[in-house]
């Protein structure tokens, strides 16, 4: 049996394939295999480690605790963001998510991380609708959760869209609105997070969800505009790393691979040469699950990672790596 610590120690914006798109795919359960994140998910959704005695949790690493902080989450409604989201809960952090969906996720899934973290956690996620494009409500949002609960310690900016189209068929519309959600807007939400933590002087940690697709193109998916913008939000976090280090404010990115969710089931019935040709792409061989980034997410936003700032942390099955 594992403590509730570990399991908070061990904790969702983003693979090259994200959680806003154009096209319509269907809703799925547990697709393609599951097999080698069994054992990850017996031990992270057992019921047994909310049982485990405070003395235990206490010997556990304490650097790796979220207890006390406000974090932020954008694209934090559904999918890749709110599984992040709830890693967040369970190493004690208090999340906002933030997202451009009138209601958070058309499913109960919203709901019962919201249930979880009030009855299990002790903790809270709250729903703030806005879209990180518009900067003047995006500022309010951020300034209200800053002025009551006295202040910000960090963010996960998830937020994000992805369109397949070839290059020489890219209108300039639709090449800004993908730089518009995909750069700007994860520019503007962590100028609006960084403006709290300034002003009140208080340090935090900032984590821009990039993919492994800002440093290689992807052989067989066609994503000028997308790839592009990912490569952008890697040198933004360097950018805004060296300007807001002074004041002790830390920006690093996450890297991400190919992940399952329900877009890109919907692109394996579009495309059933992917399913094998994109696992065979990588150093593990298999695709990866939304679970398998919330350590990352917990690691950059706590005190685990003090002296790590300017980063990317590319986690991609060794797909870069040949």
């Known amino acids: 049996m594992f403590p509730r610590g570990l399991a908070r120690a061990c904790p969702r914006y983003i693979s090259p394939l994200l959680q806003q798109t154009t096209r319509t795919t269907p809703t799925i ?6 097999a080698p994140i069994t054992q990850f998910r017996r031990i992270h959704q ?3 480690r909310l049982s485990a005695p405070p003395t235990a949790r206490g010997k556990l690493l304490p650097e790796f605790s979220l207890e006390g902080k406000v974090i932020l989450v954008s694209g934090g409604a559904r999918g890749v963001g709110l ?10 952090a208090v999340v906002h ?3 451009v969906l009138p209601v958070p996720d058309d499913s109960s899934d919203f709901a019962r991380v919201v249930s979880r973290a009030k009855n299990e956690l002790g903790t809270s996620l709250t729903y703030h609708r806005v879209n990180v494009r518009d900067e003047k409500a995006l500022n309010e949002i951020v300034g209200a959760i800053a002025n009551e609960t006295g202040h910000i310690d960090g963010l996960i900016a998830a937020a994000g869209i992805q ?9 300039a519309a639709d090449a ?5 959600v995909n750069v700007t807007g ?10 709290q933590m300034i002003e009140r002087k208080q340090t935090g940690s900032l984590v821009l969800i990039a993919s492994m697709s800002g440093t290689v193109a992807n052989r067989g998916l066609i994503c000028p505009a997308y790839n592009a913008s990912k490569a952008a939000v890697i040198q933004l976090a360097r950018n805004l790393a060296a300007e807001w280090g002074e004041h002790g404010i830390r920006v690093n990115t996450i890297s991400p691979g190919y992940i399952v ?6 692109l394996f019935e579009a495309y059933p040469e992917r399913k094998t040709a994109w696992p065979d792409a990588n150093m593990l061989k298999r695709l990866s699950y939304p679970e398998e980034y919330r350590g990352a997410a917990v690691f950059l936003l706590s005190e685990a990672s003090s002296f790590m700032t300017g980063a990317d942390l590319r986690i991609d099955g060794g797909h870069c790596a040949w």
């Open 29 to 34: 359960d547990r697709p393609i295999d599951a």
């Open 46 to 48: 057992s019921p047994k």
């Open 83 to 92: 599984t992040q989201a709830e890693g967040l809960l369970e190493a004690g």
């Open 97 to 99: 998510a933030l997202d």
């Open 163 to 171: 369109q397949e189209t070839p290059a020489i068929e890219y209108s």
């Open 176 to 180: 800004d609105k993908m730089l518009g």
């Open 186 to 195: 994860v520019f503007m939400t962590a100028q609006a997070v960084a403006r």
């Open 261 to 266: 969710t329900a877009m890109t089931a919907g």
